[in-house]
């Protein structure tokens, strides 16, 4: 069988369907077996179902599918298909779809959730994938995802260093579980990755009456990112500064504070302080 973890394998693959790999797409294909089986590991189990995020041409699906009952293997460039389903011949537990992930219907694919989300995720994806995935019952039970590794430690940070930080917190535990190094792809990217797995709550992190009004909220402020929240919030709220300021020292936040360095307990304090003038 065709193993695209191997490099030679990979490249007669390539050639034979006539594919050139897409900068643009964050076409970076795995060539490490080990890593690719401690990846697909990590991922999956005999109970899980999984939904795999840019698949690729079956890299890690092959993998997947021998460890979990059933995998739908969702994959964005049409040039891609034939070599995917090619790996995938005789492996009746895939299901291989061409679609934008965006776009794709997820809850028709899986509609009790408490699946497991899988993939090599290109660093223009990842701001919109986890909205897309988390948003919305019914849930995944564990995302299990390799991202920059610039965005695995924001996902991980103690301070919700950035909106898509807030939007990871806000729904899953976050943890980081190997690095992996440029040169195990080909081509190999300019920075290292990680695997994170992000493990789904129960139940949202905050409680406040509207999610989607508090995310918004927070992408309001990070608009200024680089401002002192007290000004910040005086502006989105309406009121002066000083009462903006006197506001958040009752909550025991300095108005001096950056965004960047609020927790995400911090976060909701200020939305209910603050979010009654937030234009819907």
Avoid at 28 to 34: A, E, I, K, Q, S
Avoid at 60 to 73: D, G, K
Avoid at 134 to 154: C, I, T, Y
Wanted: aromatic content about 6%; hydrophobic content about 45%; some cysteine.
């Amino acid at each position: 069988m065709t193993d695209p973890a191997r490099a030679g394998d990979l490249e007669r693959l390539l050639r034979k369907h006539r594919i050139t790999l897409k900068h643009r797409l964050g076409q970076n294909f795995l060539v490490d077996p080990g890593l690719r089986d401690s990846i697909a590991d990590a991922a999956s189990s005999t109970q899980d179902d999984v939904l795999e995020v840019g698949a690729g041409v079956g890299t890690l699906t092959i993998a997947l599918a021998t460890r979990c009952p059933r995998v739908v293997a969702v994959e964005f460039d049409r040039d891609l298909i034939p070599a995917l389903r090619e790996v995938v011949a005789g492996l009746p537990n895939v299901e291989v779809v061409q679609a934008d992930i965006l776009r794709f219907d997820v809850a028709g694919a899986f509609p009790a959730g408490g699946e497991v989300v899988a993939g090599n995720i290109p660093y223009n994806l990842t701001g919109a994938l986890i909205p897309k995935l988390l948003d919305q019952s019914p849930r995944p039970r564990l995302l299990s995802l390799v991202v920059q590794r610039e965005v695995a430690e924001r996902w991980t940070a103690r301070t919700a260093a950035s909106l898509s930080t807030i939007a990871v917190q806000v729904f899953a535990e976050a943890r980081m579980v190997m690095t992996i190094p440029a040169a195990a792809f080909t081509p190999p990217p300019k920075v290292d990755s990680a695997l994170v797995s992000l493990d789904v709550r129960p139940a949202p992190a905050v409680n406040v009456p509207d999610l989607d009004r508090f995310l918004r909220f927070v992408e309001s402020v990070f608009q200024f990112r680089r401002k002192q929240v007290g000004g910040t919030l005086a502006r989105i709220a309406g009121v002066t500064s000083a009462e903006a300021g006197q506001r958040l020292a009752d909550l025991g936040i300095a108005a001096a504070s950056r965004p960047q360095t609020l927790t995400l307990s911090q976060w909701e304090k200020v939305y209910l302080a603050f979010n009654q003038r937030f234009a819907r």
